[in-house]
């Protein structure tokens, strides 16, 4: 798996996912919406400190600049 995350997009998605999580624990949100943003944070939550979203792999996005030393390239 290649990074293409970049470090704003990280920090923007485990932000998100910490807000998501406060939210359900303390029953602002609940119900099954509340179960599916649940499971939406921690998926965000992975893929910020992996750093390495699939969708982005499939659709060809990258948020994180191009590494110019990787040799896998060439």
Do not use: E, H, Q, W
């Not at 932000?15 to 179960?35: D, E, K, M």
């Not at 649940?38 to 792999?57: D, I, N």
């Amino acid at each position: 798996m290649k990074k293409n995350v970049g470090s704003a997009d990280s920090i923007i998605r485990i932000v998100i996912a910490a807000i998501v999580g406060v939210l359900f624990y303390t029953g602002t949100i609940s119900g099954i919406l509340g179960i599916v943003l649940l499971v939406l944070a921690g998926v965000l939550l992975l893929t910020g400190f992996v750093s390495f979203c699939p969708l982005y792999s499939i659709f060809g996005v990258r948020s994180c600049p191009i590494d110019t030393n990787d040799k896998s390239k060439n």
